[in-house]
């Protein structure tokens, strides 16, 4: 008997407008923009984030980093208010553990967004708090993801155990989030991470040359994740990808 498929969203990181559309034209759901070459969440200049959002269609979700945790609250509401500003539908907020998440996330529930969303980006190698995840929903977040801060470490199935990557994924679906896995991930991990049912998976280093993350995005690379994530699981029905705004938008079944 088959088994019900729950769609997994490709989440493609770009650089510039001809990433892109490289990018969108490949099949990924979502377009990030980010600079990888200021660190994990690097936030490019806002006259990047415009030409972005207008090379890729409407109806595909943009999102936007707005640079690596800082326990500045007031900066980081600033640096959010200004991202949301550039046409984004999406706003991605680093957090760890030593950044004093909880007095930001106090700051960002005064923040008026209109149809913007947050995501909010916890680092793996920084340490995992899955007591932050029920305040981001309190906040206002959409979602979460789980991504890498230090790329020489490695993938981030290398880092974190299964039963950890489960725990992550059903602790933002309890919470009404949706749940995203990132961090130097490769076509190759798509099918073991499909298995803890995420909503999202992203990429920036396993879609260019030579696996460098700042190099430039490969088409055939995009192809190689586009079809892992497109494949259906062994005893499961094909299904497809929710679009980036619906991701932003949904309830996670599991918590409905």
Same mark, same amino acid.
């Given at each position: 008997?088959?088994?019900?498929? #729950? ?7 770009? !650089? ?24 994990? =969440? &690097? ?20 999102? $936007? !980093? ?6 500045? $609250?007031?900066?980081?509401?600033? $640096?959010?208010?200004? !991202? ?17 998440? =909880? +007095? !930001? ?11 913007? #969303?947050?995501? +909010?980006?916890?680092?793996?190698? #920084?340490?995992?708090? @899955? ?8 906040? &206002?977040?959409?979602?979460?993801? @789980? ?5 020489? =470490?490695?993938? @981030?199935?290398? =880092?974190?155990?299964?039963?950890? @990557? ?9 919470? &009404? ?9 490769? +076509? ?5 991470? #499909? ?19 700042? *190099?430039?995005?490969? &088409? *055939? *690379?995009?192809? +190689?994740?586009?079809? *892992?994530?497109?494949a259906p699981q062994a005893g499961s029905a094909p299904c497809r990808a929710l679009p980036g705004?619906?991701i932003a938008r949904r309830q996670p079944e599991s918590a409905l």
């Amino acid at each position: 008997m088959e088994q019900s498929c #729950r769609p997994v969203s490709f989440l493609a990181s770009v !650089t510039n407008e001809s990433e892109a559309r490289l990018c969108t034209s490949l099949g990924a759901d979502i377009i990030d923009a980010k600079d990888p070459s200021a660190g994990a =969440l &690097g936030a490019l200049p806002g006259e990047v984030v415009r030409a972005i959002r207008a090379a890729v269609p409407a109806h595909l979700a943009v999102s $936007a !980093t707005v640079g690596d945790p800082s326990d500045d $609250a007031q900066a980081v509401a600033r $640096a959010i208010s200004f !991202t949301a500003g550039l046409g984004v539908d999406i706003v991605k907020v680093g957090f760890e553990p030593s950044a004093r998440p =909880l +007095a !930001t996330l106090s700051r960002l529930r005064a923040l008026s967004l209109g149809r913007v #969303r947050l995501v +909010a980006v916890l680092l793996a190698d #920084r340490g995992i708090d @899955l007591g932050l995840v029920a305040p981001l929903q309190e906040a &206002g977040f959409a979602g979460v993801m @789980l991504d890498t801060s230090d790329k020489r =470490l490695g993938a @981030l199935p290398d =880092l974190v155990a299964g039963e950890m @990557l489960a725990d992550f994924v059903n602790c933002a679906h309890d919470a &009404g989030l949706f749940a995203g896995l990132a961090g130097s991930l490769r +076509a190759a991990h798509v099918p073991y991470l #499909r298995t803890f049912a995420p909503d999202v998976l992203g990429f920036r280093g396993g879609l260019c040359r030579d696996g460098a993350r700042v *190099a430039a995005i490969d &088409g *055939a *690379a995009v192809n +190689a994740v586009r079809e *892992a994530i497109a494949a259906p699981q062994a005893g499961s029905a094909p299904c497809r990808a929710l679009p980036g705004d619906a991701i932003a938008r949904r309830q996670p079944e599991s918590a409905l």
